[in-house]
T-cell receptor
Framework: DQQVKQNSPSLSVQEGRISILNCDYTNSMFDYFLWYKKYPAEGPTFLISISSIKDKNEDGRFTVFLNKSAKHLSLHIVPSQPGDSAVYFCAGHTGTASKLTFGTGTRRQVTL | GAVVSQHPSRVICKSGTSVKIECRSLDFQATTMFWYRQFPKQSLMLMATSNEGSKATYEQGVEKDKFLINHASLTLSTLTVTSAHPEDSSFYIC????????????FGDGTRLSIL
């Protein structure tokens, strides 16, 4: 049972353009959501989070939108930079156990 | 801040060997640490949650006698893969959080375990 889904395994975007990564979830008990970036052979790096009671959070180049009725969130990154090329994971947090449930990831490639 | 160090980064050993992986929070006290496993091109799967000074809580399907977790201090947790076999080969990652008000988990760089 995949509670967090990232249906796009990969995306490619030109440097300077906007990237939009999508994530769907099924568990209504998630109390907030996080996005992480992961380079090969490294651990994930935290990017941004959003509480389930919010619909938008912005931090620098990163903006996360949450549509609770659709159980969908998206991460907007602008402008895209070559160093951003990595795998991006969204995760749902369950407050009672402080557990993270990760999606399968989207490989984002930023081209020159 | 919020640096988590994981050691070793890579282990190659023979079948039947036990392997210990360390996870340290370098600049904060981690009341809770987590151990994940990632197979190629798959998601990170939570194996267990450990709280300092108490027994770890294992996820369904994870053998507690196979994967021994010790969280003896607020800055160190260890995962021991006992009598490792080729099917245990994977990428193991730990994370830590200071707890309290909702805090993101901070991850180590992972350990690539290869059992021959």
């Amino acid at each position: 049972d995949q509670q967090v889904k990232q249906n796009s395994p990969s995306l490619s975007v030109q440097e300077g353009r906007i990237s939009i990564l999508n994530c769907d979830y099924t568990n209504s008990m998630f109390d907030y959501f996080l996005w992480y970036k992961k380079y090969p052979a490294e651990g994930p790096t935290f990017l941004i989070s959003i509480s389930s009671i919010k619909d938008k959070n912005e931090d620098g180049r990163f903006t996360v939108f949450l549509n609770k009725s659709a159980k969908h969130l998206s991460l907007h990154i602008v402008p895209s930079q070559p160093g951003d090329s990595a795998v991006y994971f969204c995760a749902g947090h369950t407050g009672t156990a402080s557990k993270l449930t990760f999606g399968t990831g989207t490989r984002r490639q930023v081209t020159l | 801040g919020a640096v988590v160090s994981q050691h070793p980064s890579r282990v190659i050993c023979k079948s039947g060997t036990s392997v210990k992986i360390e996870c340290r929070s370098l600049d904060f006290q981690a009341t809770t640490m987590f151990w994940y496993r990632q197979f190629p091109k798959q998601s990170l799967m939570l194996m267990a949650t450990s709280n300092e000074g108490s027994k770890a809580t294992y996820e369904q399907g994870v053998e507690k006698d196979k994967f021994l977790i010790n969280h003896a201090s607020l800055t160190l947790s260890t995962l021991t893969v006992t009598s490792a076999h080729p099917e245990d080969s994977s990428f193991y990652i730990c994370s830590a959080t200071p707890g309290g008000v909702v805090q993101p988990q901070h991850f180590g760089d992972g350990t690539r375990l290869s059992i021959l």
